[in-house]
């Protein structure tokens, strides 16, 4: 059974300072995704990260994939309070199998104060 | 931009009622999801479904749910018989498949039964 794990749950952290949320799942997979989501709101997508090595930034975010450490990471740069959110990574457990639902961590709920 | 929408937007029904969730993917999208997220809980993965028929399943998704795509274009989940505990936020979602998994999001419909 496919297990992923995030850490921390839950964040709190002033403007402007750096952090990085982290995302570990048990079995091997290539395709990576993260997701925001604003209270009482849908899933937004953030990054698609399909390969060893891949990394992708959008503004102060930026996602990174170790596929041999089934380990990927979410960096916030300089926090500003609108990135206030819950963040969910999720992995697709089979390669290019579209058919396959998407396995969620818990989220990271994360704080962002002035 | 195409998105996923669902209908409704809150549904309240009691307990032992069916009900039947709503959802329109994105037109050239093959693959189509249910997930549900109980209040303040992780995204679970119910059932995805392509080519008319059902692709995958979760454990979650015994024989009091089904899913339908009557018309070529909705995508229904229907609860039978609902229990307190099916109270939740249901998510559909689709993806383009051939190779592209990212999945699209609707806004979700509030499941509360009383």
């Known amino acids: 059974e496919l297990k992923v794990e995030q850490n921390p749950l839950f964040l709190s952290m002033q403007e402007g300072k750096n952090y990085t949320i982290y995302c570990n799942y048990s079995t091997t997979s290539d395709r990576l995704y993260w997701y925001r989501q604003d209270p009482g709101k849908s899933l937004e997508s953030l990054f698609v990260?399909?390969?060893?090595?891949a990394v992708k930034q959008e503004g102060r975010l930026m996602a990174s994939l170790d596929t041999k450490a089934r380990l990927s990471t979410l960096h916030i740069t300089a926090a500003v309070h609108d990135l206030s959110a819950t963040y969910f990574c999720?992995?697709?457990?089979?390669?290019?199998?579209?058919?396959?639902?998407?396995?969620f961590g818990k989220g990271t709920h994360l704080i962002i104060q002035p | 931009e195409p998105e996923v929408t669902q209908t409704p937007s809150h549904q309240v029904t009691q307990m032992g009622q069916e009900v039947i969730l709503r959802c329109v993917p994105i037109s050239n999208h093959l693959y189509f999801y249910w997930y549900r997220q109980i209040l303040g809980q992780k995204v679970e993965f119910l059932v995805s479904?392509?080519?008319?028929?059902?692709?995958?399943k979760s454990e979650i998704f015994d024989d009091q749910f089904s899913v339908e795509r009557p018309d070529g274009s909705n995508f229904t989940l229907k609860i039978r018989s609902t229990k307190l505990e099916d109270s939740a936020m249901y998510f559909c979602?689709?993806?383009?498949?051939?190779?592209?998994?990212?999945?699209?999001f609707g806004q979700g419909t509030r499941l509360t039964v009383v």
């Open positions: 979602a689709s993806t383009p498949g051939t190779g592209n998994t990212e999945a699209f």
């Open positions: 990260l399909l390969s060893n090595g």
């Open positions: 999720a992995v697709l457990l089979v390669p290019g199998g579209g058919a396959d639902g998407l396995t």
């Open positions: 479904f392509y080519n008319n028929e059902i692709s995958e």
